[in-house]
């Protein structure tokens, strides 16, 4: 048996994982979201996820990255060209970070810009498949908001880090509050926080992007919204930027 017979073997059976993999999945986009590792991001994102009853085989969420942005970037886009190896597609790739201390926050930007080009140019997708969900300075700061819209500035204090701060001020609202907590999205839910928080995150980004005064905003509204309008037509989605 030469290597062509063999080579002719091995296409119909990775075409039958990919016909395989994509019938277990719903009708809906199938997404990868990349959080920093180990954070309370992945838990709150799975409980969003179980919550809107959105299906696993649909949404991988992963946190087994580094705390970095530039970390979260490639991990990303190394879980995508494997997904595209198989045969496989993500048609969205979220990458969620803070931007805190971190030196290579820019560079994430960049990154995912840059992939973004190649994708298009390659005919992967007509729009942009990675999108940067980033919080400054921290993903906490997404919590302070269902209680407060708060445009507090933040900046190193030689005692504390600005997420450390972030994580103060949320101690008023949540006292027990730690890192790695779980939770948060039920609790937003069955108190009514999250359309709240949503209103509060726009109208700051927004308002972030037409002065250039980005301390403090998120835009982790947008994905939020993203995965609760999932099971609807796409023609019904509007996903901003």
């Not at 496989?88 to 810009?113: M, P, W």
């Amino acid at each position: 048996m030469g290597s062509e017979d063999l080579f002719h073997k091995r296409k119909p059976k990775r075409q039958e994982d990919s016909v395989r993999r994509k019938a277990s999945r719903k009708p809906y986009d199938h997404v990868l979201i990349v959080c920093e590792g180990e954070k309370t991001e992945p838990f709150y994102f799975e409980e969003m996820r179980v919550h809107l009853d959105l299906d696993s085989a649909n949404i991988k969420i992963d946190g087994s990255c580094g705390s970095s942005p530039k970390s979260v970037v490639e991990y990303a886009h190394e879980l995508f060209n494997k997904e595209k190896a198989r045969a496989g597609n993500y048609d969205r790739v979220f990458c969620v970070f803070d931007r805190d201390q971190h030196e290579t926050f820019n560079l994430a930007l960049e990154k995912i810009s840059s992939i973004n080009v190649k994708l298009k140019n390659e005919g992967y997708s007509e729009g942009d498949v990675f999108m940067a969900i980033r919080s400054i300075p921290a993903f906490e700061y997404w919590f302070l908001l269902h209680f407060t819209p708060s445009t507090k500035p933040y900046s190193p204090l030689p005692t504390k880090s600005v997420g450390d701060q972030v994580i103060d001020d949320l101690k008023i609202y949540l006292p027990n509050y730690e890192k790695k907590q779980k939770g948060i999205y039920k609790y937003s839910i069955d108190n009514g926080l999250i359309d709240g928080a949503k209103a509060h995150s726009k109208r700051i980004f927004e308002g972030s992007k037409n002065t250039g005064d980005i301390n403090p905003s998120t835009n982790i509204h947008i994905l939020v919204e993203y995965l609760e309008n999932l099971k609807r037509p796409s023609s019904q989605r509007n996903m901003r930027k």
